[in-house]
Structure formats: structure tokens, C-alpha cells
């Protein structure tokens, strides 16, 4: 509108008379005057990626949406960590005989976890160990009514009354999370999105997670996270199957506040996933919950070969269509390695 003549910039103009225009002598003045003299057009809606982030929810103060962000479980876990340390340091308790495996010139030790396909009981063990260290350490005992399981109880168990002074052991929580995984058969990368869902909820909405409500929002959680990260999500009245005094309609309410509260805000960026990866794994090693190892055999070794050079042909092709090398440089893009000795 800024760039044409109508009758919105010129007072003779008029919308009904088709006629040629005449091109203006000095064409850069013309465009400056004309787009002054644009009338608003009322608000512009911008793209979700423009808006700006309000200071409390700075992306950099927030680990489920920053990378290099440290995670609140990790610095909550700390504090035991040192505790037990100073404790063993100070009653000069002996560690022990070392269990960890470590590798060698004539063997090697590795575990079945990775960052694209982690282990399945470990990883659902050591984010169970991060929601435990979530309510241990909370800071206060916020919440909201969706989650507080004193009105919306997940079964007919009466609760108890002191439901939300008594704190879950991690092994409870632990089954709680493991009887949902393996009845709705969810991945262990579900695991991970689920925790990153849960501390972004309690970022978002300035609420904690306390005996009171952290069934309801590991549960919202763990919906959710199956829903965006499995092809094949389970439906809410599957989960009413698994627990099979809770409603649809409850369900639906829980999933529909827990997404306001997130302000919809889905997305986790592979960057953020595995920081949460390995934050975890060293959430394990700090508690001594190893990863099982297995030493390197012939097989296994030409399998991890195959994995590897078909993720290498794949970054080949996507570099090629990404960006154009000169002729010049394509003798340097193909690398050479040796070729490894398995005895």
C-alpha cells in the first residue's frame, strides 16, 4: 500500500477509474511520503518466533528451553551429594571395592545407552531419581487444584490425611512411572521429553512439586510427552484403562490446563534433550547407579561400525544439499581413519 498510488495517499485519486500512472521523477522521495503518510492498519499479529519473552521467563534462566541452562534437578540432587561426601569424609567411610568397569588396552566396556537410543530401566530409574530429588528439595508447596490429588484422586482408595506431609520414596514414584511405561509400552526418549515437560510446568506456572500433586503431574507429563514424541500416541482412554478409577473427562481437563500452563509451548530442541541426557547420566554416577556395561566383542563392534557409517552417509548427503563446496575442496571432505584391530 505504501508503494502505490490509491486513493488512500492521493486525494484525487480514485479507486474506480483505471487509468496509467505516471512514474514520479524522484521515485526514493515519493516512497518515503507515501509510506508517512499510511494510516494505520491496526495491530499486526506476529509470528510466534518475533514475540518477545517476558523477563521471568527469560529462555537463559529457563532449562527446558535454553541449552547451556543448567538443569533444576542436577542443583537440587547437589545438595545430598555434598552432604553424603562430607559425611563419609567425616565418620572415614571407605567406598569400597569399585564396581564401575573401566576400559583397557585388551578390552573395552560399553554400556546399550546412548543419547538417540537410551536404556529403557535406567533411563526411567534415573529420571524418577530427578522427580524424588524434585519434592525432597522443593523450595515451598504451591500448586493448583487440577493436580492436587485430594480432589481429583486417582483411585477409590480413600487418601490418606496426611497425604501431603509424607514425601514418596524414589521406589514409589519409580513403580508408579514403570507401571505407565510398560502398559502403555512408551520409549525411554519419552522419559526424558517427560522431565523436560515437568520442569518447564514448574517454571511456566511458579508452582512445586510436593506429595501432593506429583502423581497428577507426572501423569500430565508423561501424557503429554507420549502425544508430541511417539508416532503411534495413546489415547486418553487408554490411560483410564491403566488407571481405571480416573475419568476421560478428567483426563482431558488435566491435559488441556497443563498445556495452558506451558502456554503451549511443546517444542524441545534436540540441544536441550541431550543436555537432559546427560545430566541424568551424571544424576546416576553421583548416586552410584551405573549403567550396565558390557565388554566389546567382534559383533558388536561391526554392528556399531554399520550404525556409524550409515548416520556418516546421511550427514554427507544432508551436507551437500546444505551448502556447495568448490571443486577445490572435495578431496578434503572424505576423511580417513584406520581401520580397527578386533582380536
Known sequence: MGNTVSCCVSPGGSPK?????RQPEHPDVYQVEAELYEPD????????S???VPDDLAPEANPSDHPRASTIFLSKSQTD???????NYINHVSPGQLSKKYSSCSTIFLDDSTVSQPNLKSTIKCVTLAIYYHIKNRDSDRSLDIFDEKLHPLSREEVPEDYCRSDPEHKHIYRFVRTLFSAAQ???????????????????AEIDICPSNW?????????????VWDDQAVWN?????ILKDITVEDMNEMERQFLELLQFNINVPASVYAKYYFDLRSLADDNHMNFPLESLSKERAQKLE????????????????AMRRSLSADNLVGIRRSNAVLS
Open 81 to 87: 551429594v555434598r552432604d553424603k561426601r562430607k559425611s
Open 50 to 52: 518475533d514475540r518477545e
Open 41 to 48: 492498519s491496526g495491530p499486526s499479529l506476529q509470528h510466534i
Open 17 to 21: 477509474v483505471s487509468r496509467p500512472r
Open 237 to 241: 482412554v487408554d490411560y483410564c484403562q
Open 306 to 321: 554399520a550404525i556409524s557409517r550409515l548416520c556418516e552417509d546421511k550427514y554427507k548427503d544432508l551436507s551437500k544439499v
Open 186 to 204: 512408551l520409549t525411554a526418549e519419552c522419559a526424558i521429553v517427560t522431565l523436560v515437560y515437568l520442569e518447564r510446568l514448574l517454571t511456566y
Open 215 to 227: 502423581k497428577r503431574i507426572v501423569l500430565g507429563a508423561i501424557l503429554l510427552a507420549s502425544k
